[in-house]
């Protein structure tokens, strides 16, 4: 069935936008990396949102009363808040800290599945054959990233705790990622982003107070910098860009794409830290990318993707049902 020039350019667009999240996301993981010996997971957490809470601040107070006040959808921006914000990276970074990077990467892989199922249980939106598919090859290509192309690897593959904490912390931004759907129908993605960032801060700033009671900060030169940068990049950027994404490709579609994170944190390894990138990572991520343009482009059209062209930022407010 042939695909209408506008639904093209929607799809086309969504795919731009989660892919730029991912990779925005990706240098998030390089500097989480390096700034682990000198400041806490929540604490990290706590000081983006801050930035980044000043930021939707800047954008918001222009913007129509109704994008700046809770209404009928407050429960799925506190359980945004909640997913999203405050538990999910302290439980991937206590998931990694029992487990290797190699499991945690192989298991946030099983995200676009679980997105899957969480899409059809909580509201009706079950992935499509071709979604499954190109999860499952995705899924492929990230086993043949990490392995190096070498089946042998596997026999030394060992789980623990660490992996079932990991896949909690991969559920939690599958459900994070159906709120979003949810409450961008009806809400501009600028006022959904913001509204849940807003209602995770005071949680995160209460957890970094007691993380730094026994992971202190230790203060050096590059420190605010990089922290401002989590802030503006993958905090701003990468949640406006991934939760437009769902809008317009559903949560299903847009967590294919989600698997393009090793293959950007590969790339970045290459550019910045001169690591090895071979014949392995090509083919992984060729499966990775090519399922995700192949689910992207053949998925139907997602109702209310289509309306008003500035619906991210500016434009015509939708309509926020309040009680």
Do not use: C
Request: charged residues 10%; proline residues 6%; without cysteine.
């Amino acid at each position: 069935m042939a695909i209408a020039r506008g639904d093209m350019h929607n799809r086309v667009v969504g795919m731009a936008l989660v892919n730029v999240a991912t990779f925005v996301w990706a240098t998030n993981m390089v500097l989480g990396r390096a700034l682990r010996e000198v400041i806490g997971p929540v604490t990290l957490s706590a000081g983006r949102f801050v930035v980044a809470s000043l930021v939707f601040w800047v954008f918001l107070r222009h913007r129509p009363p109704e994008e700046r006040q809770l209404g009928k959808d407050w429960k799925y921006l506190v359980g945004m808040a909640l997913m999203g914000g405050v538990l999910f990276m302290p439980t991937l970074y206590l998931g990694v800290r029992y487990t290797t990077a190699v499991n945690a990467t192989l298991i946030n892989a099983m995200g676009p599945l679980l997105t899957g199922v969480w899409a059809a249980l909580l509201i009706r939106e079950p992935m499509t054959p071709r979604q499954v598919v190109a999860a499952i090859v995705a899924l492929v290509g990230v086993a043949w990233l990490i392995a190096g192309g070498e089946p042998r690897f596997w026999e030394a593959l060992q789980v623990n705790i660490g992996d079932l904490i990991t896949l909690i912390a991969v559920a939690m931004w599958g459900i994070y990622s159906v709120f979003s759907r949810v409450v961008t129908r009806e809400r501009s993605v600028l006022s959904a982003t913001a509204l849940s960032g807003f209602l995770a801060l005071p949680w995160l700033l209460v957890g970094a107070v007691g993380e730094t009671l026994f992971l202190p900060v230790q203060w050096r030169p590059y420190l605010i910098p990089a922290v401002v940068y989590i802030g503006l990049f993958p905090t701003v950027v990468g949640f406006l860009a991934w939760n437009e994404g769902v809008r317009r490709l559903g949560p299903s579609g847009a967590m294919v794409f989600y698997n393009m994170l090793p293959v950007y944190g590969a790339l970045l390894g290459t550019l910045l830290l001169q690591e090895p990138f071979g014949w392995a990572h090509a083919i992984g991520g060729g499966l990775i990318i090519g399922a995700g343009v192949w689910a992207g482009l053949g998925q139907p059209a997602v109702r209310g993707a289509r309306s008003a062209p500035n619906h991210l930022l500016v434009g015509r407010t939708p309509p926020v049902k309040r009680g």
